[in-house]
Nanobody, 126 residues
Framework: QVQVAESGGGLVQVGGSLRLSCAAS????????MGWFRQAPGKEREFVAG????????SYADSVKGRFTISRDTAKNTVYLQMNSLKFEDTATYYC???????????????????WGQGTQVTVSS
């Protein structure tokens, strides 16, 4: 089992950048595919980015392609989400998730992840 905890959220202006971190516990972190999701008020939780256990495969929602980058540092048991060119519509609570099952891909469906963090708020303002 793994526990994940997000950090790095905050208030940022339109066009600005922010880097979210997700620290994971557990010695088997390197075996877990990881993902970032977000949920805005009144909306469903949606996929943002995913990375395979090896880091060799990544996947992004169309809305963030070219602006967000997911990466992982196995030595630090940490996954990052670098967010650039932020827009108003990026405002949401961002959640980190870990997939405990097998597979070598980057995953984009909520049901494919087993462990979730508490979320970190990102607010984009003018």
């Amino acid at each position: 089992q793994v526990q994940v905890a997000e950090s790095g959220g905050g208030l940022v202006q339109v066009g600005g950048s922010l880097r979210l971190s997700c620290a994971a516990s557990g010695r088997t972190f390197s075996r877990y595919a990881m993902g970032w999701f977000r949920q805005a008020p009144g909306k469903e939780r949606e996929f943002v980015a995913g990375i395979s256990w090896s880091g060799g495969s990544t996947s992004y929602a169309d809305s963030v392609k070219g602006r967000f980058t997911i990466s992982r540092d196995t030595a630090k048991n940490t996954v990052y989400l670098q967010m650039n060119s932020l827009k108003f519509e990026d405002t949401a609570t961002y959640y980190c998730a870990a997939r405990g099952g097998g597979g070598s891909s980057a995953y984009s469906a909520r049901g494919q992840y087993d462990y979730w963090g508490q979320g970190t708020q990102v607010t984009v303002s003018s």
